[in-house]
């Protein structure tokens, strides 16, 4: 298994342009989930689903759009890139949550975003 | 509002100490508490986790103690090595299907020789 996938490593934009960011995992997880890595600041979430056709926003969901057309996806869009959208941002992916279960949640190595 | 306020930022230890990092939460709903731990360049994978109705919990090295009426958790590394220098996040959720992981800021960890 190749766990949590993400594409691209690092990404430089331009105020103002769009990009998505891919997400991929290959062991039918039902929950996956956006984060976001700011110095000082942990991991705030930004949108999550808990199967394909369900999506719901987290923390700090302004400025970015996901859709769950699959169990295996779960792109990341961003409208329209900011300075304050510059950061480091993790996929993750788990079973559904249940007592008595490990209910690990896997990371994926990471998208660094860079806004100019 | 920060519901996971962890402490200290950052923890410099030499090997073979004691690491201590602690963690509060304030919703009392939360029955689930993991600790992460993230080498530069990675994402975070979970080291140990414990639910409320214990008050320890250890897996080699690593120790949770949880003290549930003062609503804090903490990881305890017993034995600390340089390959246990990395960023530590604890975390707090309530179990179900839609249950988000409430992260705490961090600390980061440097073991000396």
């Known amino acids: 298994n190749a766990g949590v996938t993400q594409t691209p490593k690092f990404q430089v934009l331009k105020t103002g342009q769009s990009m998505t960011l891919q997400c991929a995992q290959d062991?039918?997880?039902?929950?996956m989930s956006w984060y976001r890595q700011d110095p000082g600041m942990g991991l705030r979430l930004i949108h999550y689903?808990?199967?394909?056709?369900?999506?719901d926003q987290g923390e700090v969901p302004n400025g970015y759009n996901v859709s769950r057309s699959t169990t295996e996806d779960f792109p990341l869009r961003l409208l329209s890139a900011a300075p304050s959208q510059t950061s480091v941002y993790f996929c993750?992916?788990?079973?559904?949550?249940?007592?008595?279960?490990?209910?690990?949640?896997?990371f994926g190595p990471g998208t660094r975003l860079t806004v100019l | 509002q920060q519901q996971v306020k962890q402490s200290p930022q950052s923890l410099i230890v030499q090997k073979g100490g004691i690491s201590i990092i602690n963690c509060a939460y304030e919703?009392?709903?939360?029955?689930?508490f993991p600790w992460y731990q993230q080498f530069p360049g990675k994402g975070p994978a979970l080291l140990i986790a414990i639910r409320p109705d214990v008050s320890e919990k250890k897996e080699g090295r690593f120790t949770i103690s949880f003290n549930k009426s003062a609503k804090q958790f903490s990881l305890h590394i017993m034995d600390s090595q340089p390959g246990d220098s990395a960023t530590y996040f604890c975390?707090?959720?309530?179990?179900?299907?839609?249950?988000?992981?409430?992260f705490g800021t961090g600390t980061r960890l440097q073991v000396t020789l």
């Open positions: 062991m039918n997880h039902e929950y």
């Open positions: 919703n009392t709903a939360f029955d689930y």
């Open positions: 975390a707090a959720s309530i179990t179900g299907t839609a249950s988000k992981l409430t």
């Open positions: 993750a992916s788990r079973e559904t949550q249940r007592e008595g279960r490990r209910n690990e949640q896997f």
């Open positions: 689903s808990v199967g394909a056709g369900i999506t």
